[in-house]
């Protein structure tokens, strides 16, 4: 329990906000921990990021988590910056710390995190499919990890390079593009597949070997079509709800210091999607 005689209040600032399902996650997780904390969920504008944030700060919340266009849109409004926002150019989680508010990407961490359970990342090449912010994130992680070599794929040839050229300045990471012409094949070298939302179906079906470990970065009732297709041909795949699980853990731990239970969040997950 908590010694404050306030409670402690964790918000989810979205836009849209309807359908997420960090409040249902975070509710279970606090009752567990037996904190005496509360969740809310705000439907915020774009245009208003600032002041939502400055509301965050003024009201003394413990932290908030942003979804939607609210991610990129607030990066000017906190004090701090962690690596991996700046990386990513998104904010997935502010916490509030004594010199100010800060900004932390968790995604590519929830990412490498559900890669672990199924696999070590370090010393394998990468295919990061979207080189959007969830891209960026998941390339940097992998990086850090000890990936031998990450190539990346993505509908904006420039925003391909640029997330090359950023990883090239990571530990030296080897560091590819790959032509996003036609149907994209999985290099024979590589190990590791992520597939960002954008992914749709475009992966070519006979690149995709049984000894691949793919993670499926949308979060769903059901797999994605190129997840389903990798599964349907043999290889590991890791499901968006056991990413989202794991990076919410994450967010959990960072926000109340409580290790939650996983397993307990996949399970929850599991039922506000049904």
């Known amino acids: 329990m908590t010694s404050s005689a306030l409670q402690e209040i ?141 190539v990346v794929a993505d509908p904006h040839a420039a925003a391909a390079a640029s997330l090359v050229e950023a990883l090239t300045a990571v530990h030296g990471t080897q560091a590819s593009t790959l032509d996003w012409a036609g149907q994209l094949a999985v290099p024979d070298h590589v190990g590791i597949v992520v597939l960002c939302p954008i992914a749709t179906t475009r992966v070519s079906p006979e690149s995709l070997r049984p000894d691949l470990l793919v993670a499926d970065a949308t979060l769903a009732g059901q797999l994605s079509a190129a997840a389903a297709l990798a599964a349907d041909r043999g290889c590991c795949v890791v499901d968006g709800i ?14 109340t210091g409580v290790e939650p239970d996983a397993e307990m969040l996949r399970e929850a997950l599991e039922e506000f999607l049904s």
């Open 242 to 255: 056991e990413i989202h699980a794991a990076q919410t853990a994450i967010e959990f731990h960072a926000l």
């Open 10 to 150: 964790i918000a989810l600032l979205g836009c849209p906000a309807a359908g997420n399902p960090a409040q249902y996650l975070f509710e279970r997780a606090i009752e567990a921990a037996e904190l005496d904390w509360r969740f809310v969920t705000c439907d915020v504008a774009e245009a208003d990021v600032a002041e939502a944030i400055a509301g965050v700060r003024v009201l003394g919340l413990r932290g908030c988590l942003l979804s939607g266009r609210l991610r990129s849109a607030a990066m000017p409004h906190v004090s701090i910056t962690s690596p991996s926002a700046a990386f990513a150019g998104a904010i997935s989680l502010i916490e509030r710390r004594p010199d100010g508010l800060a900004g932390h990407m968790t995604d590519g961490r929830g990412i490498v995190e559900a890669v672990r359970a199924h696999g070590d990342p370090t010393g394998k090449a990468a295919f990061v499919i979207g080189a959007d912010a969830c891209g960026r994130a998941a390339a940097l992680e992998l990086a850090l990890a000890g990936a031998a070599a990450i």
